[in-house]
């Protein structure tokens, strides 16, 4: 199965600060993810990208940026941290799964991160 | 409303039991997933389909375009089955759009 990591698992940021999260595949999918998931509201993709060099914003981009230096990985980044955005996020990699038959859509998973922010 | 409702929010079963979950969809999609959200968080994959059904052990999940549904069938319950199922399903116009997820418990 695909692999997909994230750094930190957890993180406690103060209002204000700069937070980075890391996330990265050894799939080799040309699409990666970003999504929050809070109660009440599911999971809600934030940015994503399409491969190296590309991001673009999914349904809540506000307050985030993303980065996508290289196919492996892919890096959301809070410039200034609200406490709004205390929440579990979640990375996932998608592309051909050609064992499984699967598409484009077929998205994998990483362990998410936990962020509070104070 | 929303593009994917997900039933029950929550369901009770005991070890041994069998029981469904559905989605159904405001609109046409061309394909679904089933995630289960074990008590770490850590999201896993169980399906995808892009039509009919599929089975794997005790889980079997089927996908009807036209009717717009998936389900998700558990069957002889055990306690590791105990998490959050989510469905996510996908559509040209709108992406991948997941369900608020049901929360199974399954008790001894």
């Known amino acids: 199965e695909a692999a997909v990591t994230q750094s930190p698992r957890n993180k406690v940021a103060v209002t204000g600060g700069k937070v980075t999260l890391s996330c990265n595949q050894t799939?080799?999918?040309?699409?990666m993810y970003w999504y929050r998931q809070d109660t009440g509201h599911g999971l809600r993709l934030i940015h994503y990208?399409?491969?190296?060099?590309?991001?673009e914003k999914g349904d809540i981009p506000d307050g985030y940026k993303a980065s996508r230096p290289s196919q492996e990985n892919f890096s959301l980044i809070l410039e200034l941290a609200t406490p709004s955005q205390t929440s579990v996020y979640f990375c996932?990699?998608?592309?051909?799964?050609?064992?499984?038959?699967?598409?484009?859509?077929?998205?994998?998973f990483g362990p998410g991160t936990r962020l509070l922010v104070l | 409303g929303m593009p994917v409702e997900q039933n029950p929010p929550a369901l009770s079963l005991y070890e041994g039991a069998d029981s469904g979950l559905r989605c159904n969809f405001s609109t046409t999609m061309k394909s679904v997933q089933w995630f289960q959200q074990n008590h770490r968080g850590r999201l896993i994959t169980l399906f995808y389909l892009a039509q009919g059904t599929k089975e794997n052990g005790r889980l079997k999940s089927t996908f009807n375009s036209k009717e717009r549904y998936s389900t998700l069938h558990i069957k002889d319950a055990q306690l590791e089955d105990s998490g959050t199922y989510f469905c996510?399903?996908?559509?040209?116009?709108?992406?991948?759009?997941f369900g608020l997820g049901t929360r199974v418990s399954v008790f001894p």
């Open positions: 996510a399903a996908y559509n040209y116009a709108q992406g991948l759009t």
């Open positions: 799939n080799n999918h040309n699409n």
């Open positions: 990208s399409y491969g190296a060099g590309s991001t």
């Open positions: 996932a990699s998608g592309g051909l799964d050609r064992g499984t038959g699967g598409a484009q859509d077929t998205q994998y």
